[in-house]
């Protein structure tokens, strides 16, 4: 599939260059640095900075660092790495928008002296009660009316610490009456005496998310600013600070749906539950919708940039998309470019009698079956193989053309063996199997009769040990969050990790972190970044063989 979605962001921006209304498109993305990104931000990453390619624009990168309370240089970090890893370079330096604290303050007094911001003595909780409701207008605080002078003696005793948080916060002079609550004195500024990653101890007020995000957006030139649905409502606020400020330019909010997938969360709080109560390994654990998850776990820059593709960009809200959409979009790109080996999880011996001790050969297997550009893996063969247990059936039902009592299996790219004896412990169970080899069978049909089966198999002299981790969906639910008074916890899937004792043919030896493989009848499986060379192989399930995503 090469077929996009609509995106009509994309087919707006292409009307406005095509009337000649634009100029130069500007486009930001704006994490806050409270968490790791997730496969949402990543529709977001795609859109805005895919944008600034697409139109010969740019896209900046700004941290919205206005709750240091939240915020570490650490999220900062791999932010950035989880950016530049999707392929993506923002324009200029990574911005912050504490870097403009200074012009807010500014507007602020500005506000202030045009007489459309007040410092407000209410608590939070009245506040609150005083903005009203849907059904029920607002009420003016008594403090509404202060004379711009005592306005701005107050904000400069805010800035520089004189009240305790939670005694002041500045707010805009709005509508306390308007159907939009959101106009109804919106705080521009609240009292928190906390340390910040970017400017230290120099603030003792920080501006509110709405007061914000607009002027940092007319300070850089922004000129679409794109962000989710939620933010519908917020637009009037935006667009009242840039007319009420002089700021340089206009920029131009406009919404999407969000991406919300089925099986994960795509929650930074949520997530970040996960992680500090150790019910995960850390914020890239693979079985996470995180960036740096989805990278351990195997997933191609090229595979999430397609998949954004795939779902494209609309206004209708609500919808789940479904995560074999995603599996699918990895499975295509790893189908066409992940080398092929054979591996072992769940490791029987076979033993092949009428194959001599020291025998060896050694096959010359393509690395990959459609791209000669792989070159050839070298697969050797000797007495003792291991096979998969699933391959084996004591008792086989009738279709089952894998290896049974006196039943025929092709090796790949080997012979075809039948197994004699079923060889087992005290215990009664399975230790190994004996089969013996038909030596006319190598690369052609055995004589006089059908054999259809053909299963994977790794030299037991040869083979490289390795930890497999088969991982599945976290959540056994379509939608855990969904009842919000519930706990998501209650549904975790108990099997979303599994640890196997695996077997892996020689060439597996030097895969380096990262190498993504086809392991041949079994998965997509990538060797893990973290785990380093000379300890053991540890590999990653990115996905199954099997697609099920229907269009
Ligand atoms: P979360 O709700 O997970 O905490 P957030 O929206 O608070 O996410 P931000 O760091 O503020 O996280 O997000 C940066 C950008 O990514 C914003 O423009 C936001 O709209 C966008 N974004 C976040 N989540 C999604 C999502 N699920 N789908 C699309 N865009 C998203
Ligand atoms: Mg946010
Ligand atoms: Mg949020």
Redesign the pocket.
């Known amino acids: 599939d090469t077929t996009s979605a609509p995106n009509f962001i994309r087919h707006q921006i292409r009307e406005e260059i095509e009337a000649g209304r634009a100029g130069k498109i500007v486009t930001r993305?704006?994490?806050?640095p409270n968490?790791f990104l997730?496969i949402?931000?990543a529709?977001?990453i795609c859109l805005n900075f895919g944008l600034a390619e697409q139109f010969g624009g740019d896209c900046h990168l700004r941290f919205?660092d206005t709750n240091p309370a939240k915020e570490e240089q650490a999220y900062i970090d791999a932010i950035k790495e989880d950016v530049a890893w999707l392929g993506f370079e923002w324009a200029g330096p990574v911005r912050f928008a504490s870097d403009y604290f200074d012009q807010l303050y500014a507007w602020a007094q500005h506000l202030v002296r045009e007489g459309k911001a007040y410092v407000d003595d209410l608590s939070p909780e009245e506040i609150r009660e005083y903005r009203g409701t849907l059904t029920e207008p607002g009420r003016p605080s008594p403090y509404r009316e202060r004379s711009a002078a005592e306005n701005l003696d107050l904000l400069e005793r805010m800035r520089v610490g004189e009240f305790a948080e939670g005694e002041k916060v500045l707010r805009a002079k709005i509508d306390m009456a308007a159907p939009n609550i959101n106009l109804r004195d919106p705080i521009l500024y609240r009292i928190r005496h906390a340390h910040h990653h970017q400017t230290g101890d120099k603030w003792k007020i920080y501006p509110s998310y709405d007061f914000t995000h607009g002027q940092s957006d007319a300070i850089e030139g922004v000129t679409h600013s794109i962000?989710?649905l939620e933010f519908e409502d917020h637009r009037p606020l935006y667009e009242w600070f840039l007319d009420n400020l002089p700021v340089p330019v206009i920029p131009r909010q406009i919404e999407f749906a969000?991406?919300?997938l089925n099986y994960t969360l795509?929650?930074?709080?949520k997530l970040k539950l996960l992680v500090d109560e150790g019910i995960v390994d850390g914020w890239d654990d693979p079985r996470l919708p995180t960036i740096s998850g989805m990278r351990r776990r195997g997933y191609t820059p090229a595979s999430i940039r397609r998949f954004c593709e795939m779902i494209g960009v609309t206004r209708a809200d609500g919808g789940l998309v479904d995560i074999a959409m995603l599996y699918h979009a990895i499975r295509a790109d790893l189908e066409e470019n992940a080398p092929r080996a054979m591996a072992v999880l769940r490791p029987l011996k076979v033993v092949l009698t009428n194959v001599p001790e020291d025998f060896e050969e050694v096959y010359e297997v393509p690395g990959h079956p459609a791209r000669e550009d792989m070159g050839v893996r070298k697969v050797p063969f000797t007495r003792e193989v291991y096979i998969d247990q699933d391959d084996f059936m004591e008792a086989p039902p009738k279709k089952f053309f894998r290896l049974a009592p006196g039943q025929e299996v092709r090796l790949r790219n080997s012979y075809v063996i039948r197994c004699d004896e079923v060889i087992k412990n005290a215990a009664g169970e399975i230790e190994a199997l004996h089969c013996s080899v038909d030596f006319d069978t190598l690369g052609r049909n055995p004589e006089g009769r059908k054999v259809k089966g053909v299963i994977h198999w790794v030299s037991a002299a040869h083979g490289v040990p390795m930890e497999v981790r088969l991982y599945d969906n976290l959540f056994q639910v379509e939608q855990p969050d969904k009842d919000k008074d519930a706990d998501f916890l209650d549904h975790l899937n108990p099997e979303s990790l599994v640890v196997c004792r695996a077997i892996g043919e020689p060439s597996l030896a030097d895969a380096g972190p990262e190498s993504r493989f086809q392991f041949e009848r079994v998965g997509y499986f990538c060797a893990d970044r973290h785990a380093s060379r000379g300890d053991e192989l540890v590999f990653n399930r990115t996905v199954g063989l099997k697609d099920s995503w229907a269009k």
């Open positions: 993305f704006p994490p806050e968490g997730h949402g931000h529709k977001s919205d962000c989710t969000r991406l919300n795509t929650s930074k709080r």
